[in-house]
């Protein structure tokens, strides 16, 4: 029996801690949260409106034999470490654990892991805390929210035009989506005209006209332009000036996602994911450590722990004239700023020295927060950027060139920025240049470009709009409930999506808006604070929303079902296309007096063959119309996976690889690639 029990919420994380702590330890994971709001009471909430928003509280479908597990193992123990993640949300794991698994004041310990490693594990081991309320509450307060609106509006948009959900967050990223989309339907493009001048080592552009900006609206312009200037281009002035380009901060949760967004092509889901990985824990070949500090982070502070031998190691590895400094930046509403930047726990794990120990896509993560981290101490790039002017019958020409001087920072990140040198020929002052390669090319303007997902978590943060940590999941929904598509790795709203904005606007433009949810934020941060008082906070939004929603319900246009052109076969009513439990289905438009239900042939797709029998492994759906991969011989052959299964063996146990959200893994064993 152990004295010393820890709790954390990964069961990775708890072999890594374990692997620090010892016999005198038992580490055991809750595997995340172990309760929810139930579905019980008014309108399903799980909260008890009436009586200041007091919440109930069940256990997670699954999780009873985990809560069992638990309990034993606590009263078992003497101290009890609560150490789930160092967040919010994490706050309100450990509150619900000490809860649900009865465990008191004085028998537990709060601990916070910002780093998985042997010295920072033990460190946080001798120097606990308390579980933080005002944390507490506002994670609460938050969920609660987010049950409130979800429920409530979900429900009011599938009776009325069989939308899938809505959201607090979700409802105002569609909008960002569904309003961008609107200016660039609106959008009128205007013509105009460019006209460069071509000489054999660089082009200039016109841009000027004696003094006035030159805009060219038509081919009648550009030609009077062509028509008045001759072959030579008198220099007209050459400036030459030293810039500095400064590195950019070191990661945060959000800034993570859209560079790997960008750089590497990682959906944030992936990107978190990755990034869990390389936090709990990688086996190395003499230890198992985590390889980066904790992720869901909105602050970009370095600790003198790391940037002590941070500094060293860049002066020894690339001189001292690559030192840089400490950049700062003004705390912004929002921040929390408990723990660090996403940074490398050891700047001596070089990435190619943990390259064997990583998978191809773990190595890239980890490769860019390294490289980042470390460019963030590093001194700024030096170009040396030169702007030459031409005359030509007073129309004015322009070129730029640049040659880095000094590569800075970009010794270790040059992979991620661009840093080419656009090199100009030695001209002088008044030095006349001729050519007589001279284009004039037509162009429109362009409407604004649509949300990449790397632009819409960059909108999303600059608004103060949710946690970074909930960007990918907002993501994800708004793509599973078919509001959104990708073309061109761009989001393009449905039809379904827009209606559902516009019903959204038309009831409750006050609530889902930017604004409104931003502040909704700030009051969140301030019960954090202990500021603010969280059921005041719910009250307040309730007396404000509840109205509305009844009033939707009373007034919102119900939307007619879509006819398919079919009759019914048993009463001769036409057939339409209704919203169901598990998804569309077409029945008879005369319902309840009529209960028929077209049974759709669903076409057989084969994903590989079977790895147990002869036979193909084939999409299905079960009873809940939930997606799985079975046999196509069952009964005979019992053969099945819920991930989709890629038709590879694991090189480990020899069982079936599958794939789910860009991870293939192992249906049987540990092994991931």
């Not at 190619?352 to 981290?373: A, G």
Request: net charge neutral; glycine share 6%; proline share 4%.
């Amino acid at each position: 029996m152990s004295k010393n029990l820890v709790i954390v919420e990964s069961p990775s994380k708890s072999k890594t801690i374990g692997k620090y702590l010892g016999n005198d330890y038992k580490v055991v994971s809750s595997k995340g949260h172990i309760r929810d709001l139930a579905t019980t009471g008014a309108y399903g909430l799980g909260v008890d409106i009436e009586n200041g928003f007091q919440p109930n509280y069940i256990p997670i479908k699954g999780k009873g034999n985990v809560i069992k597990e638990l309990k034993k193992d606590v009263k078992d123990s003497d101290i009890v470490f609560l150490a789930s993640d160092p967040d919010r949300e994490g706050e309100a794991i450990a509150w619900h654990l000490k809860d649900a698994l009865g465990i008191k004041d004085k028998k537990y310990k709060r601990v916070l892991f910002h780093e998985i490693t042997h010295d920072k594990v033990i460190d946080a081991i001798n120097h606990p805390t308390v579980i933080d309320d005002n944390l507490v509450k506002s994670q609460e307060t938050r969920r609660i929210l987010d049950r409130i609106i979800g429920f409530r509006l979900s429900k009011l948009l599938q009776s009325k035009i069989g939308a899938k959900s809505a959201g607090r967050v979700q409802s105002v990223a569609l909008k960002l989506i569904v309003d961008r989309e609107r200016e660039i339907e609106a959008f009128v493009p205007e013509e105009y005209w460019k006209i460069i001048a071509i000489f054999p080592e660089y082009e200039a552009e016109l841009f000027k006209y004696k003094d006035e900006t030159v805009e060219l609206h038509n081919e009648e312009e550009a030609n009077h332009v062509l028509d008045t200037i001759g072959p030579d281009y008198t220099v007209e002035s050459i400036e030459k000036k030293e810039k500095s380009r400064k590195s950019k901060f070191p990661f945060i949760t959000s800034t993570l996602q859209q560079e790997a967004s960008t750089k590497l092509g990682f959906p944030a889901r992936k990107t978190m994911s990755l990034a869990q990985k390389l936090y709990e824990g990688i086996d190395l070949e003499n230890e198992t450590v985590g390889l980066i500090t904790y992720m869901r982070t909105d602050s970009i502070r370095l600790s003198d722990d790391f940037i002590k031998p941070a500094m060293k190691y860049i002066e020894e590895k690339y001189g001292k004239k690559y030192v840089g400094y400490v950049k700062q930046a003004k705390k912004k509403e929002n921040v929390q700023d408990a723990h660090e930047a996403i940074r490398p726990t050891s700047v001596l794990r070089d990435p190619n020295q943990v390259k064997p120990y990583l998978t191809n896509d773990e190595f890239k993560l980890y490769s860019l927060i390294y490289k980042r981290t470390l460019a963030s101490l590093m001194s700024d790039a030096t170009v040396n950027q030169t702007t030459i002017i031409f005359d030509n019958h007073d129309y004015k020409f322009k070129t730029t060139g640049s040659i880095l001087l000094f590569d800075g920072y970009l010794k270790i990140y040059k992979d991620y920025e661009e840093s080419e040198d656009k090199i100009l020929p030695e001209i002088g002052e008044k030095e006349v240049c001729s050519t007589t390669n001279v284009e004039s090319t037509q162009h429109f303007t362009q409407p604004p470009a649509r949300y990449s997902e790397a632009k819409l978590i960059k909108e999303l943060e600059e608004l103060g709009i949710g946690r970074p940590s909930t960007y990918a999941t907002i993501i994800d929904t708004i793509k599973s409930r078919d509001y959104v598509v990708l073309e061109d790795k761009k989001f393009k709203p449905t039809t379904m999506g827009i209606e559902t904005t516009d019903k959204l606007q038309e009831f409750f433009s006050d609530l889902i808006n930017t604004d409104y949810t931003r502040d909704m934020e700030n009051d969140l941060d301030l019960i954090a604070d202990g500021k603010l008082v969280w059921n005041e906070v719910l009250s307040k939004f309730y007396e404000l929303f509840e109205p509305r929603v009844k009033n939707a319900f009373s007034d919102m246009e119900k939307k007619a079902p879509e006819e398919t052109g079919e009759k019914c076969p048993e009463c001769g009513n036409s057939l339409v296309v209704r919203n169901g439990k598990f998804g569309e289905f077409v029945a008879c438009s005369n319902y309840p007096e009529c209960k028929y239900i077209k049974k759709e042939e669903v076409p057989t797709i084969e994903v590989c063959d079977c790895p147990n029998c002869k036979g193909k492994i084939v999409e299905k759906k079960s009873r809940k119309g939930k997606v799985f991969y079975g046999c196509s011989n069952y009964p005979k052959c019992k053969t099945a996976y819920w991930d989709k299964p890629i038709g590879e063996k694991c090189p480990e146990c020899g069982e079936m690889l599958t794939e789910k959200k860009d991870i293939i893994k192992c249906s049987s064993c540990d092994y991931s690639k």
